[in-house]
């Protein structure tokens, strides 16, 4: 390859790259501040919601708690999963890791042991997240301006729901 082809070859290239950047931008532009606040908000608690239930399966005996923890680590992976392929058709860089908040409830947590860790868990992660989690959901299924947006969280509040549902049911077992 000649010199100037090289040339032609590294400029066409960077063109390339400039014009899938800036379509990335453009993409990403279209999104309402507050839909990549869900976006934002909704990776957080999946990837909070994970690694607290790593931590149970980790330090928890009881086998309520194990399986609850089970089927978090593997419903909110899929979840994450599914908000990160929209995201990324949005051009919505999504978070990879708890918030800080987030991480400081689990540093806390994870100074608890047997029953009063069970109990943290199933109150702090299990029904008061899950809690916050629904509100955050049922907001954007009624006011997400993307209509994509709006029907992921419609269609992933009923498993939240559930989940809400059964953080009560582990929390009041764990009171005993």
């Known amino acids: 390859m000649t010199f100037t082809r090289m040339k032609l070859f590294s400029v066409v290239t960077l063109i390339g790259l400039l014009t899938l950047s800036t379509v990335h931008q453009a993409c990403a532009a ?3 501040m507050s839909d990549k ?3 934002e908000n909704a990776a957080q608690a999946n990837k909070a919601e994970i690694a607290a239930s790593e931590m149970a399966k980790s330090k928890s005996k009881n086998p309520q708690v194990l399986k609850f ?3 978090m680590i593997k419903d909110h992976t899929e979840a994450y999963a599914a908000l990160s392929a929209l995201a990324k058709s ?3 860089e999504i978070p990879t890791e708890p918030s800080l908040m ?3 409830k689990a ?3 994870s100074t608890k042991d047997g029953k009063d860790f069970d109990e943290e868990y199933a109150e702090s992660i299990g029904v008061a997240a899950h809690k916050d989690t629904v509100e955050l959901f049922e907001k954007t ?3 997400a301006d993307d209509a994509d947006v709006k029907q992921f969280a419609t269609k ?3 498993g939240l729901k559930h989940h809400l549902a059964e953080a009560k049911k582990l929390e009041a077992s764990t009171d005993d």
């Open 90 to 92: 949005k051009g919505v």
């Open 30 to 32: 279209d999104v309402s």
């Open 102 to 104: 987030q991480k400081a």
């Open 37 to 39: 606040n869900f976006f």
């Open 107 to 109: 540093k806390l947590l």
């Open 69 to 71: 923890a089970d089927q």
């Open 141 to 143: 299924a009624k006011n």
């Open 156 to 158: 992933m509040l009923p």
